[in-house]
């Protein structure tokens, strides 16, 4: 992991965001919109199994866009 605020969680080379739920083991999945479909399914497969292990559900919620804005800050839109 390389950044966490409020309930987002940022990986390093940001190919997804992991989202937490409000409450439980629920874990919704937001893949970058430039990444690849096999990749994103590769991905998912492995953040599926791994958080099995800590009895945690993982599902893919769709896709984001980051990009800059105003004073450097980062701009996210979620898209289904």
């Known amino acids: 992991m390389s950044y966490a605020y409020e309930d ?3 990986p390093a080379h940001s190919d ?3 989202q937490m ?3 439980g083991p629920d874990l919704q999945v937001h893949f970058h ?3 690849e479909a096999e990749k994103q399914s590769q991905l998912l497969d492995g953040l ?3 958080g099995a292990n800590f009895g ?3 599902r893919m919620k769709g896709h ?3 990009e800059e804005a105003e004073n450097s800050e ?3 839109t979620f898209q289904p």
Request: aromatic content about 12%; glycine content about 4%; proline content about 0%.
């Open 8 to 10: 987002l969680i940022f």
């Open 16 to 18: 997804f965001i992991l």
């Open 21 to 23: 739920g409000e409450l």
């Open 33 to 35: 919109q430039d990444c």
């Open 48 to 50: 599926r199994i791994a």
């Open 56 to 58: 945690l559900n993982v």
């Open 64 to 66: 984001f866009i980051m």
């Open 74 to 76: 980062l701009k996210i």
